[in-house]
């Protein structure tokens, strides 16, 4: 019986893990969804802000080259993206995707 309840227990703090909201004062990019920057400037940049609780807030990778259009294509999915992807790309000291008002 004790076994069971050690096993439930592991079971549900590693289901947990995924589920944890972020602390207010980490501008990490959420890992699900990874900084997509569209010049090596914007990247170093980005990568220069540490976070205070963690330091590199993403992996840096080898830049490929992306038209204008799919800023434009970015800018329009602002609103759909993650509340914690919004905050790190403002942290980020780079202009915002689109005008709309970060929530």
């Known amino acids: 019986m004790l076994k069971t309840l050690v096993r439930r227990i592991e ?12 602390s207010e004062d ?3 990019f959420p890992a699900n969804e990874p900084a997509v920057f569209f010049s ?8 220069r802000v540490k ?3 963690h330091g590199d807030r993403f992996q ?4 490929l080259f992306r038209p204008a259009w799919l800023r434009e294509r970015q800018a ?3 609103k759909n993206r993650n509340a914690q992807y ?3 790309w403002l942290a980020s000291a780079l202009p915002p995707l689109c005008s709309e008002p970060s929530q």
């Open 86 to 88: 919004k905050k790190a």
């Open 76 to 78: 329009m999915g602002w």
């Open 51 to 53: 976070c205070p609780l």
């Open 40 to 47: 090596d400037e914007e990247q170093e940049t980005a990568y």
């Open 11 to 22: 079971v549900a703090e590693s289901a947990a893990v995924g589920r944890l909201r972020f």
């Open 26 to 28: 980490c501008i990490c």
């Open 60 to 63: 840096k990778h080898y830049h």
